[in-house]
Structure formats: C-alpha cells, structure tokens
C-alpha cells in the first residue's frame, strides 16, 4: 500500500472546490507515454495550473501501470525542478471498470479513481460505485462516477446514441453513492469524430462541419438540483481543424473530424464544470507534428527528431487549453 500523500501527489477535492468558487476548470489530460507527460508537466509548471493526470485502461495495456505511476511520482519532481514551487497534480484512474482495478489504483498511489458504470443499469451503477467510495475514502482517494452514456466509444463501452444524464436522478446517484464528482452526457463523446455529418450543419465560407451545440440546458437542471457538486465533462476535444489539416495534407486520412467549439468548453468551465477531459487533441497534435517532419526530412530516423517537435506542440497545446479554454492558470503557485 502506497499512499499518494507520500508521493507529492493531491486528490481533486480541494482542486475542485477552489474551481467552482473561481469559475474556472482543472485540465484533465492522458497520458501514455513520457513525451506526453513532459509537456503536460511543462506546461502546468509554466502556467501554475493545477493539473490531473489520466491514465486509461488502454493507457495501462500500453505503457504499464506501474511505470505510469512511477512516471508521475516522478513528474511531481520534474515540475518542482521546472520552478513549480507547490505543483498541484493528481494521478487519476480514467473510466475503471471493476471495483479490483480502482482498489489497485488506490493501494499503488493514485489520488483518484474514476469508476465508470454508466452502462450498467441504474441500480447496478449505484452499487458498484458505492463500493469504490467505502474503499477508496478510508485512504483519501477522491471518486469520479458516471451517469448517462457518451455516444463513440468509452473502451469497451460503446454507445451507439447517447443518452442524456437526467437531472432527475443525480440527487439519488450522487446521496446513495457519495461519489465526489459527476460525469454527465451532455453531448460530448470521445475521439475525433464526435458527430455524424449529418448531425452537423455546414459553415458556407470554408465549408466546414458546424457540431450542434451542447446541451446546456440539461446542465442547467443538474446544477439546480446538485448546486456546489463537481460536474465532470469527458469527451471535450476541440479536435483543432489546423491538426486535421496538416495530417490531411501530409499523407494522413481523417475526413469530417470534428469536436467541441472552444466557446462551449469556455463556457462550461465557467460553471459547476470543474474537470474537463482531453485526450484526442493531443494525439492529434503529436501525429501532425511527426507526419510534417516525415513529409519534410525523409532521411530523419531518430525517434528525438521527430518526438521533440511532437511534444513541444502538445506544450503548446495543452497551455493553449490551460489559458485560452479551461482558464486554470495562475491556480496554483
Ligand atoms: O476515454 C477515453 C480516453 O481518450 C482514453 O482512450 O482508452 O484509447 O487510452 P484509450
Ligand atoms: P476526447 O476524446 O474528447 O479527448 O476525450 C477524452 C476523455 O474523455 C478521456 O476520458
Ligand atoms: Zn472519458
């Protein structure tokens, strides 16, 4: 048993208590490798924003639990060597799906554990969760559950609609459970296509795919009736046309990606919307990066060479979002 008091690592409590209260919201980003968490680290470190590290069932299959965790014991490290006098950083399980899988989270060190049931049925979720909660409070470990269903894919989750949390519910949910933080569906979903075309309308002048908008009065209900709780949006890439473009241009294949606008994610960060998840836009800012040098330098064949131009764009990104998006910088001195 490991605790992640030891390992300079915070749960999200205080985190978002503090987000709700500014009008602002804590950056949830993945990470699965060491490039991606050097700039994640950066760019907290540079913008004093309190920051929560994800780590996914895919994460975990690729790079290994137990490096991801010791990567971000170290990264506590790293930022203070970057000047970051008290960085604030949480290690988080992202959409765990068993009670066994969030207790080795929580016995390894982790802050904070996600247990995702939102497709069980209602009672099944509730159970399940509760579960995580008595275990992982004995240790001050924070938890994040689900209702409602995100449409794509939620690891093996996949929903082919979504369906809308109902305010109706998350009193019930959220007293029966005691769960810290809420995701909700809203509209959002995960990866680069987050809408059908034809769920989309088409600006005339660039002749790009416009989403629909979030629904926002859903959000609205849920405030009401849970005011002051921590409401989580996954699924919040903007999947930046200007990435899509370039990995077009240089020989990739993604037709009609499209993401949440910025001014959406601005304004729910303004609201009870305390965390919010970004995954695809690094993945998309790392994979143009390396298709432009491959296109540019045929002859180039150090990984260097190519990672370093990916993860100073991923910087540039994630303070991007930070800054211009979330508006958490400056939370954390
Ligand atoms: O929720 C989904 C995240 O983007 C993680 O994706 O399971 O491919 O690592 P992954
Ligand atoms: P995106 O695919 O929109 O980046 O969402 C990531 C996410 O919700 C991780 O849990
Ligand atoms: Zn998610």
Redesign the pocket.
Known sequence: MVSYKELGLVNTREMFAKAINGGYAIPAF?F?NMEQLQAIIKASAETKSPVILQV????RN?ANQTLLRYMAQGAVEYAKELGWEHPQICLHL??GDTFEVCKSCVDFGFSSVMIDGSSLPYEENIALTKKVVEYAHQFDVTVEAELGVLAGV??DVQAEESHYTKPEEVIDFATRTGCDSLAISIGTS??AYKFKPEQCTRDPKTGKLVPPPLAFDVLDAIMEKLPGFPIVL??SSSVPQEYVDTINMYGGNLPDAVGIPEEQLRKAAKSAVCKI?I??DSRLAFTAAVRKVFAEKPGEFDPRKYCGPARDEMTKLYKHKIIEVLGSDGKAE
């Open positions: 993945n699965n996914s069932k895919g994460a690729y992202d959409h939620e690891d995960h990866g996954h699924g998840n995954d695809s």
